[in-house]
């Protein structure tokens, strides 16, 4: 087992003990619908990217079961994107959207950091780090938008 496969299990370690910082928090109702929101956004949309071989996984968890790369796209994105919630709950649109910009730049540099160094992700072809910007920050954006929306139109 390589250096890899220790860190993403470490990411798992910490992720599982995130969930104890922020599943408590109220509404809890809201976090995990976060949660699992941004989880079947990064899978779905990641998978569309992986099949056409925009992004490669060389090192990943359950390598014969999934193309994607589950740590991030299940775990780690949509923690970052509770957390985020959780600190945008009162903001302004413009402070929404710094916020957005914010959380993206260090995943985008950890992102460029793992390609460069690591085997954990490769881009190919016309992808490249500051589309997994883009796409990180716009569904930052459009789940906050969902959760508002829900919020909004749920019985008080």
């Known amino acids: 087992m390589g250096w890899g496969y220790i ?3 470490f990411l798992v370690f ?20 976060v949660f699992c929101f941004k989880a079947f956004l990064s899978g779905f949309v990641d998978s569309f990217v992986v099949a056409e071989g925009l992004v490669s996984y ?4 359950l390598p014969d079961v999934f193309e994607i790369h589950i740590v991030f796209d299940l775990m780690v994105f ?10 945008t709950l009162h903001s302004r649109l413009s402070g ?12 985008a540099l950890f992102e460029w950091w793992a390609e460069v160094n690591t085997e ?7 992808w490249n780090i500051f589309h997994s910007f ?10 906050r938008a969902f959760i508002a929306l829900i919020r909004k139109y749920s019985d008080p």
Do not use: E
């Open 7 to 9: 860190f993403l299990w």
């Open 14 to 33: 910490i992720s599982v003990i995130s969930a104890f910082h922020w599943l408590p928090k109220q509404p809890i109702k809201d976090w995990v619908i």
């Open 58 to 61: 060389p090192v990943r968890l």
């Open 120 to 126: 954990l992700i490769n881009h190919h072809n016309w």
């Open 96 to 107: 929404i959207i710094l916020q957005s910009i914010l959380y993206g730049i260090p995943i």
């Open 78 to 87: 949509p923690i970052l994107c509770v957390y985020f919630n959780q600190t």
């Open 134 to 143: 883009l796409f990180m920050v716009l569904t930052f954006l459009l789940v």
